[in-house]
């Protein structure tokens, strides 16, 4: 499996394509990283250095792949923060390339806009980009619920409402959105969630709360589950699969005392992920 991901990249730490990559060829796919900014270390800090890397320059070595004959081997394109408008034109156009080249490709959107907690923290001009522009050319998007509510102008909550919510943003073209961070009012104390939802039905994961706010475990997410869905196109397999290695992740870096992912440390959750949680079906 051959996966372009188009998204940021940082010296120190693990964000966007530094977060991504690595749990990708560690369960043995090749990535292509495209940096759409070169950071010292992810902006949650308050304080980095380092460029913005121009749409124009993206595109440019986006068409330097092209030109060595690679687009009909991709099967993934993925994206993840996108910094400015330009960015979701030179994305939208890699696409519609990329699956001109190989029309079994599929588009992997994660919708980064902000949280339950922080609100949006993009660009104003970026949500309303996402939801008219480039979530509808997307195939799969992993959106977390509060960014799913903001696609569809909803309030979801309870698994009924998310998935009427999931629905409505499938109806624009995506077939298969994962929602992150699902904290629906009746779930147990001190869990969270994970649901997924395509043409096949709709299932969810339930795994301890870690209370820790960690920067790239969603481009993490974003990236396994799309590669393992890819893979076996078993929503609840990737599902799974997904949430067992994200939480030994997340326990890892937790435990280590750590602000940045244990990345490295955690090798082994992406590549044999333990399967500790179990999946159920909701629909």
Request: glycine share 8%; aromatic share 6%; net charge negative.
């Amino acid at each position: 499996m051959k996966v372009l991901s188009i998204q940021s990249a940082v010296a120190y730490g693990h964000v966007g394509n530094s977060a991504a990559v690595f749990p990708l060829q560690r369960i043995g796919v090749e990535v292509l990283p495209v940096y759409t900014v070169t950071f010292s270390n992810h902006t949650g800090y308050g304080a980095w250095r380092g460029p913005l890397i121009s749409p124009a320059d993206v595109a440019e070595v986006i068409a330097g792949i092209e030109d060595r004959g690679v687009f009909p081997e991709i099967d993934v394109v993925l994206s993840g923060y996108q910094g400015g408008e330009g960015i979701g034109d030179v994305i939208i156009d890699a696409v519609a390339r990329v699956k001109k080249a190989n029309p079994d490709a599929v588009y992997a959107c994660d919708p980064v806009m902000g949280n339950a907690k922080s609100g949006c923290f993009v660009a104003p001009a970026i949500p309303e980009l996402l939801r008219e522009r480039v979530v509808p050319v997307a195939d799969i998007i992993t959106p977390n619920q509060f960014e799913l509510g903001f696609l569809t102008g909803t309030e979801p909550g309870s698994i009924d409402s998310t998935l009427a919510s999931a629905d409505m943003v499938r109806a624009r073209g995506p077939r298969t959105v994962l929602v992150t961070s699902v904290e629906r009012p009746d779930r147990e104390a001190d869990t969270i969630e994970m649901m997924v939802v395509d043409d096949a039905g709709a299932w969810i994961v339930q795994t301890p709360l870690i209370p820790m706010k960690a920067n790239g475990s969603g481009d993490v997410t974003a990236a396994l589950f799309t590669a393992h869905y890819r893979r076996t196109n078993d929503a609840a397999d990737a599902l799974a699969r997904t949430a067992s290695s994200v939480f030994d992740l997340l326990s890892n870096t937790y435990d280590a005392g750590s602000r940045e992912l244990r990345l490295i440390e955690s090798q082994e959750a992406y590549a044999h992920p333990r399967l500790q949680f179990t999946v159920r079906q909701v629909r």
